[in-house]
């Protein structure tokens, strides 16, 4: 599975983005797919994942409410938007399928991260 995420940038707090992922595989629609975040000098966190057919989705509590995640396995994609934006959001994200079978707020359940968007929030 090779990931390319895009749709980040500069934005001023209280705005809104939407990140896009685009996969390649067959095989996409199988996986669970999570989003994630590194800020500078932090670990990569988790921010959100949805499973295989979209009805059920998981956020971590700093951005429930603002973020949604959703995908369209025809395309398969799966997006960020991110409304209501605060400068701790500023983060590169990435996405990455989970491919073991534990918690789905982990980051060692996921693998084949690729290629982060950056997002910087201005205060």
């Known amino acids: 599975v090779q990931l390319q995420a895009s749709g980040g940038g500069l934005v001023q707090a209280g705005g809104s983005l939407r990140l896009s992922c685009a996969a390649s595989g067959r095989t996409f629609s199988m996986y669970v797919m999570g989003w994630f975040r590194q800020a500078p000098g932090k670990e990569r966190e988790f921010v959100a994942a949805i499973n295989w057919s979209g009805r059920d989705t998981y956020y971590t509590d700093s951005v429930k409410g603002r973020f949604t995640i959703s995908r369209d396995n025809a395309k398969n994609t799966v997006y960020l938007q991110m409304n209501s934006l605060k400068p701790e959001d500023s983060a590169v994200y990435y996405c990455?399928?989970?491919?073991?079978?534990?918690?789905?707020?982990?980051?060692?359940?996921?693998?084949?991260w690729g290629q982060g968007t950056l997002v910087t929030v201005s205060s």
């Open positions: 990455a399928p989970k491919i073991y079978s534990g918690s789905y707020y982990a980051n060692d359940q996921y693998h084949y």
